[in-house]
């Protein structure tokens, strides 16, 4: 093989790895009609993107029903996150969430410098939206992940509703839908109108997660106007690229197999989920394209030692499982059989 070709096989991300399971990544390669919109939109590397994205702005608003300035664009989620942060918070604000929580959100709090504050979730993974209402109160910002990253769980709607409506109008709540496609029916809010009826709520989501872009890097947020034009000044020029915005574009026109790949990951997740708990282990109830097993009982951390498996590990010994293929699927299984003898 000639050295640039060695090279380049060198840089090819732990995407490609079945046991990779630690990043919720998608383990399909990006849809057909995705991957050649993207290649046909090579021969342009050489020219700059837009120098704000307007055009994949007005392609999100369309598609969510709302005014373009409504919408601010990140990359992916967190860039979304930052964006808000930098807008809306000076140093020493405090910034409420759960824990344990996403990763991004202590970095990020790190990185404006702002004050966290952590609420522990209940026994069973959920959210205890009272006292992050009562946290709330004279904080900047409050998180709340729906399904919540790690545990997948999901809070009732009216739960949500009545913890909005304690929230004061000053502080800002990010509702983080990441993983709001994996969603049934029955378990969706209506965010748009959430947006509508309080306006400071911003829906932060990604086509990192169901869309399979985790490599593109882009997120969306929405919000009442007036919030989105603050966030809108935050703006990154030329931060997202073309093969993005067709990327994009070619995956909303191609929803149906997007759809479909959707129900094969939770199918698999709900398998995943019935195995463990036929051996007798707890799960959480999630929601998203991931298990969780908490580390009360067990230290599953220590239990995925030398498995070749990649997992997300916590520092009580819980583990976020990423749901794959099939084959990820028996492995999972095998090592936690082994763990249990």
Not at 221 to 227: E, Q, S
Not at 262 to 288: F, K, N, P, S
Request: glycine share 8%; with cysteine; proline share 6%.
């Amino acid at each position: 093989m000639a050295a640039r070709d060695t090279a380049a096989v060198a840089v090819l991300p732990d995407a490609v790895n079945p046991c990779a399971l630690s990043l919720n990544e998608s383990p399909f390669p990006p849809l057909p009609a995705v991957r050649a919109a993207v290649r046909a939109s090579l021969d342009s590397l050489n020219r700059y993107p837009e120098f704000l994205p307007h055009r994949l702005r007005s392609v999100i608003a369309g598609r969510l029903g709302v005014a373009a300035d409504q919408v601010v664009i990140g990359e992916g989620a967190t860039g979304v996150l930052m964006q808000v942060l930098h807008a809306l918070t000076s140093p020493g604000d405090t910034l409420v969430m759960s824990t344990p929580t996403f990763d991004g959100y202590p970095i990020l709090a790190r990185m404006a410098r702002l004050r966290p504050v952590t609420v522990p979730l209940d026994r069973h993974g959920h959210h205890d939206l009272d006292a992050m209402a009562d946290a709330a109160v004279g904080a900047r910002v409050v998180v709340v992940c729906r399904p919540h990253n790690p545990t997948g769980t999901v809070e009732q709607v009216s739960a949500l509703e009545r913890f909005l409506s304690r929230v004061p109008a000053d502080t800002v709540v990010l509702l983080d839908e990441a993983y709001v496609e994996f969603l049934a029916p029955e378990h969706r809010v209506d965010a748009v109108d959430l947006v509508h009826r309080f306006g400071n709520v911003v829906v932060v989501r990604t086509f990192s997660k169901a869309y399979g872009l985790a490599g593109l890097r882009v997120g969306y947020g929405f919000c009442a106007p007036a919030l989105g034009r603050a966030l809108w000044a935050m703006q990154l020029p030329f931060g997202v690229s073309l093969p993005a915005l067709v990327a994009v574009v070619a995956s909303y026109e191609a929803e149906n197999q997007l759809r479909q790949r959707i129900r094969t990951i939770t199918a698999e997740r709900r398998r995943l989920q019935m195995r463990l708990r036929a051996m007798g282990v707890y799960t959480t109830d999630a929601q998203a394209n991931f298990v969780y097993l908490p580390g009360a009982a067990v230290r599953w951390s220590d239990a995925f030692d030398g498995s070749g498996l990649l997992v997300r590990r916590y520092d009580d010994g819980g583990v976020r499982i990423t749901v794959g293929s099939r084959a990820s699927t028996r492995a999972v299984i095998r090592t936690v059989a082994a763990a249990m003898r």
